[in-house]
Nanobody
Framework: VQLQASGGGLVQAGGSLRLSCAASGRTVSSYAMGWLRQAPGKEREFVNAISWSGRSTFYTASVKGRFTISRDNAKNTVYLQMNSLKFEDTAVYYC???????????????????WGQGTLVTVSS
């Protein structure tokens, strides 16, 4: 599975961005999909994830109510809608895939099998 993240950029605090993660090589309809991010000088952290079916989602507390993950299995694409962006959301955002038919969602980086190259989101204060 190859993952291509896009949609990052520079935005003012309070603004919005929509990231996309397009998969190729095989369908990701049997994969849980996640977004993780890494800010400068910090470790990679979990942002959110969505189950293979789309029925389950999980968000880290700092983005709950502001970010929304969704998927379109027909387009083999996962989306991350980010609203009310804050300076501390500045990071490289990575999409990741984990082969799983479970509704439970993993949060650790090591639990994901495939990674995209990352897209930079910069929020100016």
């Amino acid at each position: 599975v190859q993952l291509q993240a896009s949609g990052g950029g520079l935005v003012q605090a309070g603004g919005s961005l929509r990231l996309s993660c397009a998969a190729s090589g095989r369908t990701v309809s049997s994969y849980a999909m996640g977004w993780l991010r890494q800010a400068p000088g910090k470790e990679r952290e979990f942002v959110n994830a969505i189950s293979w079916s789309g029925r389950s989602t999980f968000y880290t507390a700092s983005v709950k109510g502001r970010f929304t993950i969704s998927r379109d299995n027909a387009k083999n694409t996962v989306y991350l809608q980010m609203n009310s962006l804050k300076f501390e959301d500045t990071a490289v955002y990575y999409c990741a895939a984990r082969f799983s038919h479970a509704e439970y969602l993993e949060q650790r980086s090591i639990d994901y099998d495939y990674w995209g190259q990352g897209t930079l989101v910069t929020v100016s204060s």
